[in-house]
């Protein structure tokens, strides 16, 4: 396979700078990977992935994108070997839409759930596998530049040897939220991109522990019942590895789930569902309720900028970050990593692979930023920065909202719908063949007059929809 450099730098060791720097190593001679914590040889939290301590969701595309860049299942076999359960998302999730619980139905959605710093400890023990790839613990500090000023060359770093640089052909920013990377370009000279912001004031706590088989209603493994508008309390039950279980209450509109136990059991009390709060009173918790309220999306404009330095580019959260409550992020990060391996496999100028990357990004993230802001958008104490909201397609959100309602009552549709949530592809749901079967299911309904209280059982009874 064609080289495309000498070195590449990722800066982040985490979910999005790991499988990036897998797929590097495959173009370039040595890739190094520059993490500012110490990373631990065990699954652990670690200081620099604030999130970890909560519910993290790794989609079905996702675990294939991993499966892919790592190779014969690797990802998918590493997870289930430390205990991750294996289920079909379809039929086993209960999943609350405003409109109603989603028809569970059989559709080989096959995932693999686990913590966030299992997860991670997964991913992070194959890269180590790859011999060209190499981790050096450091802070950075800024970029390098060529006597020109339009090319990255590097980067500059602290630790504790004092400063350092390191020099590469290409330079990947994948520091997630806190990404520091416009600040650095606009002191090579650089206009750093916009950004557009939707806050949407959700917090969630979140305790991990054990409860028995029999608390789950019938044959389910997992429980999504996300707020939507006039219900802001929600939450979510989620199987971990070896039986462990994470509970997790969220808030929409400032309504923050409190991190005392009787706080937090009576928000899961006056939630949407019953179902979370009867399990979480049968639940022997093994850790203490952790809290955030740092929730929200953001979208660094960089494909928009006139002018952008060759020999850097950002990947992931450094790019689009989504309010973490619907489990996007890390399936878009790796998604974005696998299109950079496509693009380096399509092209030998990394130049123009540079050059192009911005926009990609945006494009595999597209699906994932839409989802996310128009639920968000729902809500009135929403607030929203250098976003023209005015610009959504009022009939577009009239069928998303009938598509809702139409799954609730059929599984072809419920299908449909897991399977674009599922690999980040929205262009599913507007196929001809899947507007026709919403359109037939909600003539045939007729006024709903279902317990939406609790998940229904699980039932096939529809057609499937062969989708191209």
């Not at 790991?18 to 065990?42: C, G, K, Q, W």
């Not at 569902?273 to 929200?296: A, F, G, H, L, N």
């Not at 699906?367 to 929203?384: K, M, R």
Request: hydrophobic share 40%; charged share 25%; glycine share 10%.
């Amino acid at each position: 396979m064609p080289v495309r450099g000498d070195h590449a730098i990722v800066l982040g060791g985490s979910v999005a700078g790991l499988p990036t720097a897998r797929v590097l190593s495959r173009y370039f001679d040595t890739v190094m990977i520059v993490e500012r914590d110490p990373l631990p040889d065990r699954a652990e939290h670690r200081p620099g992935v604030p999130q970890s301590p909560h519910l993290h969701g790794l989609l079905y595309g996702g675990r294939l994108l991993f499966d892919e860049i790592y190779g014969d299942e690797a990802f998918t076999e590493a997870m289930r070997a430390v205990g991750g359960p294996y289920f079909d998302f379809g039929r086993h999730q209960a999943f609350r839409f405003p409109e109603g619980w989603i028809k569970r139905t059989s559709c080989d959605l096959m995932v693999v759930f686990a913590t966030r710093w299992t997860m991670e400890h997964v991913v992070r023990r194959l890269t180590q596998q790859v011999p060209n790839i190499h981790f050096v613990q450091g802070h950075v500090t800024g970029l390098l530049a060529d006597t020109t000023g339009a090319r990255v060359t590097g980067v500059k770093a602290r630790g504790e040897e004092g400063e350092w640089t390191l020099e590469a052909d290409l330079v990947v920013d994948a520091c997630g939220r806190g990404s520091r990377s416009p600040k650095w370009l606009e002191k090579l000279g650089f206009t750093p991109p916009e950004e557009s912001v939707v806050r949407s004031f959700l917090g969630y706590a979140t305790v991990y522990g054990y409860v028995p088989d029999d608390a789950w209603p019938g044959d389910i493994k997992s429980i999504a019942a996300p707020p939507f508008p006039g219900a802001t309390r929600g939450g979510f039950v989620v199987p971990q590895e070896n039986g462990l279980v994470g509970i997790m209450a969220a808030g929409q509109s400032r309504d923050y789930p409190p991190g005392d136990e009787e706080g937090f059991t009576e928000f899961l009390r006056t939630a949407i569902t019953p179902v979370m709060y009867d399990m979480w009173r049968q639940c022997e918790p093994v850790t203490e309720i952790e809290t955030t309220k740092t929730s929200q999306n953001r979208l660094r404009r960089w494909h928009e900028l006139d002018r952008r330095p060759q020999g850097f580019i950002p990947i992931g959260d450094a790019v689009a970050a989504f309010n973490p409550v619907y489990g996007q992020g890390m399936t878009s990060a790796v998604l974005q990593a696998k299109t950079l391996g496509d693009r380096l496999a399509e092209n030998d100028d990394l130049d123009a692979v540079v050059t192009g990357f911005p926009e990609d990004a945006v494009q595999a993230s597209q699906f994932a930023w839409s989802a996310a802001t128009d639920a968000d958008l729902g809500f009135p104490a929403t607030e929203v920065e250098n976003l023209a909201v005015s610009d959504k397609d009022p009939e577009t959100i009239s069928y998303l909202s009938d598509m809702r309602r139409a799954a609730t009552f059929d599984g072809g549709v419920a299908s449909a719908f897991f399977r674009a949530q599922a690999t980040l592809n929205g262009g599913l749901l507007f196929q001809p063949q899947v507007m026709e079967r919403v359109r037939t299911v909600l003539a045939e309904a007729g006024p709903d007059e279902r317990d939406h209280e609790r998940p229904p059982e699980w039932s096939e009874d529809a057609e499937p929809i062969a989708l191209s």
